[in-house]
């Protein structure tokens, strides 16, 4: 929740605001017809964790080609993964009174003040790819976005079967690089995997050490480096997304050790690189995170601004990539 500190600044910030949000990064230029006064353009306030990882890259291109293909108005901040600068974005866009506000939450908690506020001046609010923490159900309306708890689940899932290719025998000891500290797919992806493993795996696999290296590649690398000085006997990776996986895998190799084979590596997101290093053999499984919700993300700010009734939850389809199949898809991914 926000401090009176923090809410005093902020309403300081809005009462200033006018047009950008205080500290985030706000792209000049909207995309789509300009908003002007013309009622029947949608003008979108959307704002973005930041550009932390492939996968927020490839999530933001289909943002804002999908909101040029509709032909809204994007208004589009980057919040440089601070929660302080989505709070500040989301007021400046009730300060715009745009028509529908969406946004990626950094973190599940301290949203409902500034959501209350959005409320109160009756702009509809999106969310997307990440979820919130409220006892207000009524402070969004819907989620366009990935089920992370099945994910994880998923990922202990496709880990087994990594297990048996690789002919593995004796205990399995998982070192967990977890993503950005209170994210939604943090917590559930570490939920849904530790699910499967007190189910069937109590008695041959554990997670000797667990830490964030916040979705990015430095973070991935400098964390699984001080992992194999603590625990040099991990025999396996999981990551809660590739880009800390692709970090890890510097560390893994600077420690004389293979990737995919003294240490097997199952990761979460399916970008590009990520199948890169699975057809050169240094990750052994994928599991799918889909970004490409922009054109999702339209159609239901279309139905949001029309009042049409939309699901509370709008999941997005993905599959799970074993090492063998990496080469063939390669070619056919969009991300
Ligand atoms: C998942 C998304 C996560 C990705 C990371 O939907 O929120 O954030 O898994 C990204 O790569 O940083």
């Not at 290296?213 to 964390?223: E, S």
């Not at 490409?292 to 709008?314: A, C, S």
Request: glycine content about 10%; overall charge positive; aromatic content about 6%.
């Amino acid at each position: 929740m926000l401090n009176r500190r923090n809410f005093l600044t902020a309403a300081v910030g809005v009462a200033a605001a006018g047009g950008l949000a205080a500290c985030a990064k706000e792209d000049k230029a909207s995309t789509g017809t300009s908003g002007g006064g013309g009622s029947k353009t949608i003008t979108l306030g959307f704002s973005q964790v930041g550009s932390e990882s492939g996968w927020r890259s490839a999530n933001t291109d289909s943002v804002k080609s999908a909101a040029k293909e509709a032909g809204y108005n994007l208004k589009f901040s980057d919040a440089q993964q601070k929660q302080e600068n989505q709070i500040s974005a989301i007021r400046s866009y009730i300060a715009q009174k745009v028509d529908v506000i969406a946004f990626s939450p950094v973190v599940v908690t301290g949203w409902d003040a500034v959501l209350k506020e959005a409320k109160a001046k009756n702009i509809p609010v999106v969310l997307t790819d990440r979820s919130v923490e409220t006892s207000d159900q009524s402070l969004y309306v819907t989620l366009v976005g990935s089920d992370f708890t099945d994910e994880g689940r998923r990922a202990a899932k496709i880990l087994e079967k990594v297990l048996e290719k690789a002919g593995h025998k004796g205990a399995v000891k998982i070192a967990q690089l977890e993503g950005t500290t209170g994210a939604a797919p943090a917590i559930e992806r570490a939920k849904g995997f530790k699910e499967v493993m007190d189910a069937s795996h109590k008695d041959d696999w554990k997670i000797v050490v667990s830490q964030t290296g916040d979705f990015t590649r430095a973070g991935g690398k400098q964390v699984m480096a001080a992992f194999l000085q603590s625990n040099p006997d991990i025999n396996v990776l999981f990551a809660h997304n590739d880009d800390m996986a692709i970090g890890a895998i510097q560390s893994i190799e600077a420690a004389g050790k293979k990737p995919g084979k003294d240490i097997l590596i199952v990761s979460i997101d399916g970008v590009k690189d990520g199948f890169v290093a699975m057809s050169e053999g240094k990750i052994n499984a994928i599991v799918e995170c889909n970004p490409l919700l922009g054109p999702q993300l339209m159609d239901v700010v279309k139905k949001v601004k029309n009042g049409e009734p939309v699901e509370r939850w709008i999941k997005t389809k993905e599959g799970d990539f074993m090492q063998d199949q990496a080469k063939a898809a390669l070619p056919s991914r969009k991300y």
